[in-house]
């Protein structure tokens, strides 16, 4: 069984702070990268940031010096902290999950159900 359980979000002020976490769970699943993504109204799901198994990151340009985005790999958990919230954050923020089920190579990606982030100005 598959659990990817986020919580955090929430509404915030222009300016305020927010995190986010996302626990993941499956018995036998090999987790390699995990990451948020985010889908404001009318627009395309985007990537916001990542982290690999051994540490490396990856921040969109949208979020770079804000965002801080870190995991536990002791209990498969990923934490996203928002500073410096701006309106244009604004959006449901998704938790993603991606590896293989040995012995099978193939990659498998999981999200979460979503949470809303609401930055007013």
């Known amino acids: 069984q598959v659990n990817l359980l986020e919580s955090g979000g929430g509404l915030v002020q222009d300016g305020g702070s927010l995190r986010l976490s996302c626990e993941f769970s499956?018995?036998?699943?090999?987790?390699?990268?995990m990451a948020w993504y985010r889908q404001a109204s009318g627009k395309q799901r985007e990537l916001v940031a990542s982290?690999?198994?051994?540490?490396?990151?990856v921040y969109s340009n949208a979020v770079k010096g804000r965002f801080t985005i870190t995991r536990d790999n002791a209990d498969n958990t990923v934490t996203l902290q928002m500073d410096s919230l701006k309106p244009e954050d604004t959006a449901v923020y998704y938790c993603?999950?991606?590896?293989?089920?040995?012995?099978?190579?193939?990659?498998?990606?999981?999200w979460g159900r979503g949470t809303q982030v609401t930055v007013s100005s």
């Open positions: 982290i690999t198994l051994d540490g490396s990151l």
């Open positions: 993603n999950a991606n590896g293989i089920w040995p012995p099978s190579t193939l990659e498998t990606h999981y």
């Open positions: 499956a018995r036998g699943f090999r987790l390699n990268n």
